[in-house]
């Protein structure tokens, strides 16, 4: 179809000049071998491979113990790497190749960058291998492939051209077809739909900040017509460990028949690993190290152990100069407020202090990390995720084995607020802060008519007992590290809550408290014979139904379904 019609017929029929265009993104060309790249196929030993619905033609030349896996790239095939197959024999590499989905000598059938790639890991994962050489796309399919699979662990990577962007490749077949915005916009819509995955994501720079590749190098022709030399520099510019060789006069596709590149790749995997950092650590590095940790999209833990490695300070680092809301925040402290368990499980093994009290400046009181870990602990349980929530109870053991101490309080700053012990802490954020929502479903609110007041009904129906068990292994396990000088200090009057939502028995025993604040009391009546300071007085709640305008506040209204 000529770029003219398709242009006219994008206005007229956008449906289907995007059905048009899709099938050309997922039904690659096959392109014709030269005859010399068939008599190097030849010389393989050839393998069927089962892959999801296709029949993957696999190639294995042996030759030496050191081990590489080539990569094509879209509308490519393992023939295209014929030139390099006797450079690296006489180097004594075994040589493992493919055909990828609807690619080369494999079936046919539609087929996505998403499958590709996923047949990539699976490969390399086949192979063991130690080195891996990609063209083109196949620079896209392995990254991608690496960062999903960050237990593959690379020694040598060799990107001949590589894109970043796959929306760039959109637009360079909007470009080269002749089809309009509104269809690119309704391409990738169908795009995502097809493949699961969101298109606008898939990008070779950001991938490569999580792959475990100890060392890596980009071949790219200055001239490069089909993907332009800046798209790969901005891949080498993310990638720490990655060095860039400009070449000229070898086009895209002649660069692998290029002698001064296959030269260059092969004296390159034969070279030992350099270090990849600057030994010193760098404001610069330590905000990169920062922007891992607070990441919510992907998962970092490689790169962040690869930088401990690296720079051990790293892990008691304290935020400045990047946002108010972050600045005075250790590493450890980020990584609990950014939910990233993992992280920090990682940093406190490479020796974060578990004590550290935040120097913020927009804070009130100045907090411990454990009192942040109680809030986020808080807001995992509310929002019902207990795989994070077991991450979270993992994470707490390995506080304690690392000297949380349980005597340190919050800091007070403001002249006003008292500082907080981990009991204190833990009563008035899910007691007092959150007025109960714990106990109850939140269906079951009751709205009264001053709206500063929440008050939930509470009975059997209304009872959210997962929600409670997790507070009651948090206050359980709480009050074994609490001392009892510390529990003898609490004021109950000060934790006062304006919502109903309390236990039968608790009532019918006289107390007119929080939930949380009476299930602590009663797991300290049980485990130490005294009860909290102040925990029957009706005083805090007389003064406080005047100041709010609730006749008998002292008596408690509870409601019931």
Sequence with gaps: MKKKLVKLASVLFPTTITKFAFDQL???????????????????????????????????????????????????????????????????????????????????????????????????DKYKVNNLISHSFGGVATTYALHNNPDLEIDKYALITTPDKFEERIDDVAEMVGINEKVKSKLITKLEKETNMDVLSLNVSDFVKNVNVKNAIIFHDKNDKVIPIERSRNVQKNWNVCDFKEVEGTGHFRILRTKEVIEGVVEYLAKKNKPSRPKKLTKKLEREFFKLIIDEEFDYSTKIQEYLIQFPALANSVVTGMSKGIDGFSSLMLAVR????????????????????????????????????????????????????????????????????????????????????????????????????????????????????????????????????????????????????????????????????????????????????????????????????????????????????????????????
């Excluded at 879209?74 to 006797?86: C, H, P, R, T, Y």
């Excluded at 493992?96 to 890991?121: I, Q, R």
């Excluded at 940093?347 to 927009?362: E, K």
Aim: aromatic share 14%; charged share 25%.
């Design 26 to 124: 997922m039904n690659p060309q096959v392109r014709k071998l030269r005859q010399n790249e068939l008599e190097v196929l030849d010389k393989a030993e050839k393998e069927t491979f089962k892959f999801n619905d296709f029949d993957i033609q696999l190639y294995t030349w042996k030759g030496g113990g050191k081990t590489v896996f080539l990569i094509h790239g879209w509308e490519g095939q393992a023939g295209n790497f014929s030139d390099f197959i006797a450079p690296l024999l006489k180097d004594g590499y075994t040589i493992y190749a493919f055909d990828g989905p609807s690619h080369g000598f494999s079936s046919k059938g539609e087929t996505s960058l998403l499958e590709f790639a996923n047949l990539v890991g699976v490969l390399i």
């Design 338 to 561: 950014f939910y990233n368990f993992n992280a920090a499980k990682i940093l406190v093994q490479n020796g974060a202090n578990v004590n550290f009290i935040d120097s913020s400046d927009v804070r009130e009181r100045h907090y411990p990390i454990f009192i942040d870990y109680i809030e986020m602990m808080r807001n995992l349980i509310e929002g019902k995720q207990p795989k994070l929530i077991e991450s979270g109870f993992e994470l707490w053991d390995l506080f304690d084995e690392n000297g949380l101490d349980y005597s340190i309080k919050s800091i007070s700053n403001d002249g006003c607020n008292t500082p907080d012990s981990y009991i204190e802490a833990f009563i008035r954020l899910i007691g007092v802060k959150y007025k109960n929502k714990h106990l109850v479903h939140n269906e079951y609110k009751y709205d009264p008519p001053n709206p500063s007041i929440n008050i939930y009904r509470f009975s059997n129906e209304s009872q959210d007992k997962s929600k409670e068990s997790f507070y009651k292994r948090m206050a359980i396990r709480l009050l074994e590290k609490i001392s009892v000088q510390q529990l003898k200090e609490v004021d109950a009057s000060n934790y006062r809550s304006f919502s109903s939502a309390i236990l039968p028995f608790y009532i019918e025993n006289g107390y007119v408290d929080n939930y949380v604040l009476s299930l602590v009391n009663h797991l300290i009546k049980k485990k130490h014979g005294f009860e909290l300071k102040n925990i029957k007085s009706l005083e805090s709640f007389k003064m406080r139904s005047v100041e709010i305008g609730i006749e008998r506040f002292s008596t408690i209204e509870y409601q019931y379904d």
